[in-house]
Antibody
C-alpha cells in the first residue's frame, strides 16, 4: 500500500525559508508524478507545485512561482519543497500527493503544518 | 484561468438522505480532467471520482459523478455517518495547473 509521510514543517519568520520532505513507501516512486497541495486555516485546498516522475518537468502555481522549488530524489524515494521568502499567507498544512493515474491525486500524505509568523 | 464554483457551501442532511453537490466551471472543460475529493479534518484527502464519472479504487457505489461542459455533479445516494465531510471538485488544465473548487461541507442535520 502506498504511504506518504511529510516532514519539515514548523514555525518560521516572514522572509525565512523552510524545506519540506515527503517520503514514500509502497509503490514505484520514480514512475509517478508528485505534487504539493496546501490548505490554509479555514480555507480550501490549493495546488502549489508538481513534478514529473523523472524530475525534469516542474510546475508552479502563480502564488509561489519564483519563491518555491520542487524537486525529487528517486534514489531516496523522497519529494522536496524548498520554500523561500515565506509570507504570512503561506501558512497552511502542506500535503504531498502522488498521481499514480495521471493527472489525479490518488495517494496523499497526512500533511505537515507550516506557520509563517513573527 | 478556469474557476470552479461549488454549491451549496454547506449541505445539512441526515444519514440515509441523498446529497447532490454541484461544481460549475467558468468555461467549458474536458470531463476527462474533472475529479472529486473527500476531505475530513485532520486526515488526508481522498480521491472519489475521476474523469467526471469513474469511481476511484475502493469507493462505494453510493458515490456517483456526472456532468459535462461547465456543470458537474457529485451524488451520494444514501448518506452514511462516515460521509460527512468537505467535498472538492478539481480540474486539471493546461500549463499544467490544477484548480480546486472552494468546497462543499456536508454536515449532519
Amino acid at each position: 500500500e502506498v504511504q506518504l509521510l511529510e516532514s519539515g514543517g514548523g514555525l518560521v519568520q516572514p522572509g525565512g525559508s523552510l524545506r519540506l520532505s515527503c517520503a514514500d513507501s509502497g509503490f514505484t516512486f520514480s514512475s509517478h508524478a508528485m505534487s504539493w497541495v496546501r490548505q490554509a486555516p479555514g480555507k480550501g485546498l490549493e495546488w502549489v507545485s508538481g513534478i514529473g516522475g523523472s524530475g525534469d518537468s516542474t510546475y508552479y502555481a502563480d502564488s509561489v512561482k519564483g519563491r518555491f522549488t520542487i524537486s525529487r530524489d528517486n534514489s531516496k524515494n523522497t519529494l522536496y519543497l524548498q520554500m523561500n521568502s515565506l509570507r504570512a499567507e503561506d501558512t497552511a498544512v502542506y500535503f504531498c500527493a502522488a498521481s499514480t493515474t495521471w493527472p489525479y491525486f490518488q495517494h496523499w500524505g497526512q500533511g505537515t503544518l507550516v506557520t509563517v509568523s513573527s | 484561468e478556469i474557476v470552479l464554483t461549488q454549491s451549496p457551501g454547506t449541505l445539512s442532511l441526515s444519514p440515509g438522505e441523498r446529497a447532490t453537490l454541484s461544481c460549475r466551471a467558468s468555461q467549458s472543460v474536458s470531463s476527462s480532467y474533472l475529479a472529486w475529493y473527500q476531505h475530513k479534518p485532520g486526515q488526508a484527502p481522498r480521491l472519489l471520482i475521476y474523469g467526471a464519472s469513474t469511481r476511484a479504487t475502493g469507493i462505494p457505489d453510493r458515490f456517483s459523478g456526472s456532468g459535462s461542459g461547465t456543470d458537474f455533479t457529485l451524488t451520494i445516494s444514501r448518506l452514511e455517518p462516515e460521509d460527512f465531510a468537505v467535498y472538492y471538485c478539481q480540474h486539471y488544465g493546461t500549463s499544467p495547473t490544477w484548480t480546486f473548487g472552494q468546497g462543499t461541507k456536508v454536515e449532519i442535520k
